[in-house]
């Protein structure tokens, strides 16, 4: 079955980074686009980065552009998110999302805390 695991998060100052991985098993990882939401408490849940499956489609969220960098490795079956200067604002449970055959699936998510 598919299964997509995030790990990286923690806790980190204003202006520092992080970088989070989404490991995928249970599907052709190299065969679908991938992405990464964030969900902020009493937020709903928003599109932070997206990457199409050869890695050359790339887009952002307008609040993260120049700060966060999307990529994946197929040969490894991992999705990343490089989160530099990060903001308080980025505190947010992050995770990362595929659509299979037209189903959508959901890691358990990771929590990024930034301290101002």
């Known amino acids: 079955q598919v299964q997509l695991v995030e790990s990286g998060g923690g806790l980190v100052q204003s202006g520092g980074s992080l970088k989070l991985s989404c490991a995928a098993s249970g599907f052709t990882f190299s065969a679908y686009a991938m992405s990464w939401y964030r969900q902020a408490p009493g937020k709903e849940r928003e599109l932070v980065a997206a990457?199409?499956?050869?890695?050359?489609?790339?887009g952002y969220a307008e609040s993260v552009k120049g700060r966060f960098a999307i990529s994946r490795d197929n040969a490894r079956n991992t999705l990343y998110l490089q989160m530099n200067n990060l903001k308080p604002e980025d505190t947010a449970v992050y995770y990362c999302?595929?659509?299979?055959?037209?189903?959508?699936?959901w890691g358990q998510g990771t929590q990024v805390t930034v301290a101002s």
């Open positions: 999302k595929s659509r299979v055959a037209g189903t959508e699936y």
């Open positions: 990457i199409g499956q050869f890695g050359s489609s790339i």
